[in-house]
């Protein structure tokens, strides 16, 4: 039978309802959640990983509705903040997951509309963490920050730009490990030594 209303929204042509418990909801569930003390009812000692999509199998209810399709008073709107507000974590904003609260699939879809369009309309606080600013990633102490070294034109031929990409004789140990593995396909008068800038 009907359990209880939570403030139950009226038509759009109404101001928005007052979201205060009914006495028949007090008497139902009191001050706490609608799913608070719920559990499905299952095979064996280890519950399911997921909810069920629905709670109606061939148009007809299943032996234990989830906490919102038991009770027929409970209107998933987005006007009906007090009851939105009992799905959404207090410390992070996150929406609790279905196993947590014990809904059917479908009405957890149903949740998260009406809580996006709520938070929309500004009936539900939008939970924004506060990340403090790094001071230390900007800072121009680091070898990859600085004063842009000059042009190549100003300075001499044959030197790098930036003084890490100059030449840097490779260690002799791996220049004759590459010699012995690729020696079918290198010339026999391959210098070790990069070519000059002007190409002889």
Known sequence: GARGVLGVPQPLKTPPPKNVPTPEYRANYGDKPVWHGYRRHHKGSVPPQRTRKACLRRGKPVGNPCPICRDRNLLVDFRNVKLLDQFICPHSGI?????HTGICMQQHKRLSQAIAQAQDHGL??????FVPVPEEDFSNQHAAVG?????????????????????????????????????????????????????K
């Open 147 to 199: 004063k842009t070294p000059p042009a190549p034109a100003l300075k001499g031929p044959g030197q790098a730009w930036y003084p890490w990409y100059e030449w840097q004789q490779p260690p002799a140990a791996k220049v004759a490990r590459m010699r012995r593995l690729y020696q079918g396909f290198l010339k026999d008068n391959y210098p070790d030594t990069p070519p000059s800038p002007s190409g």
């Open 95 to 99: 929406i609790f997951h279905p196993i």
């Open 124 to 129: 539900l606080w939008l939970h924004v963490p």
